[in-house]
């Protein structure tokens, strides 16, 4: 089966720094996505992972092991707008060609002053 | 201004009544795709499309049609629609679906609602 796991809800504080986890098991992978969605709003892409390792973007980060199936997102320097959901997606190649996305049910964080 | 837009924002409809969400993109992206939204459930990929004439399954697509005639536009149709079709719908593009400029736009949303 397909299944994509993250904690449902976080809660940090102003200035700190916060590691989302995500970890994945499906028929195929061809990358990991982070996408950021404030409530109310459509989401935004955050980050890509194809390869294993860290990917740095400003004050966030991304980590990618294919052998573990796990990912995180390592938010730094917290700020109240950082307040969102977080959408962990796998990039998954059937074999009726094309690619599908499949997502996590998100994790809600909370920033607090 | 580059967007994804989706008409209409907000639809409150009755069982059985067909209806159509339009979505276009003016990013000239070739990869489009349907996804809804539930609580708890996150966002799951009904339909997508690789380019013109080219559309394939996601994970829930039963009870929804899609076509690709032109590349900019990628409606959603429910020909018969029921209760459990209640949801938040987003469309979303790419610059391609096999390499490079994979990361998805989406579009602002919108929230049907089947009596």
């Known amino acids: 089966g397909q299944n994509i796991d993250q904690p449902t809800e976080m809660t940090a504080t102003e200035g700190a720094i916060v590691q989302i986890n995500c970890t994945y098991q499906?028929?195929?992978?061809?990358?990991l996505f982070w996408y950021q969605q404030h409530a109310g709003e459509a989401p935004t892409f955050l980050s890509y992972n194809v390869l294993d390792g860290l990917e740095e973007k400003g004050r966030f980060s991304s980590f990618l092991s294919r052998s573990k199936g796990y990912s995180y997102l390592l938010l730094k320097e917290l700020q109240m707008k950082d307040s969102a959901s977080y959408l962990c997606?796998?990039?998954?190649?059937?074999?009726?060609?094309?690619?599908?996305?499949?997502f996590g049910a998100g994790t809600r964080l909370f920033v607090k002053a | 201004e580059a967007q994804v837009t989706q008409n209409p924002r907000y639809l409150i409809t009755v069982t059985g009544k067909k209806l159509t969400v339009t979505c276009s993109q003016n990013m000239n992206h070739e990869y489009m795709s349907w996804y809804r939204q539930d609580p708890g459930l996150g966002l799951r990929q009904i339909y997508y499309s690789m380019n013109v004439e080219v559309t394939d399954k996601g994970d829930v697509p039963e009870g929804y049609k899609v076509s690709r005639k032109e590349k900019r536009n990628f409606p959603l149709i429910l020909e018969s629609p029921s209760p459990n079709q209640t949801s938040l719908y987003f469309c979303?593009?790419?610059?391609?679906?096999?390499?490079?400029?994979?990361?998805?736009?989406f579009g602002p949303g919108t929230r049907l609602t089947v009596l």
């Open positions: 997606a796998v990039r998954d190649l059937p074999d009726t060609g094309g690619f599908k996305t499949i």
């Open positions: 979303a593009s790419s610059l391609s679906g096999t390499s490079g400029g994979l990361e998805q736009f």
């Open positions: 499906t028929s195929g992978f061809n990358g």
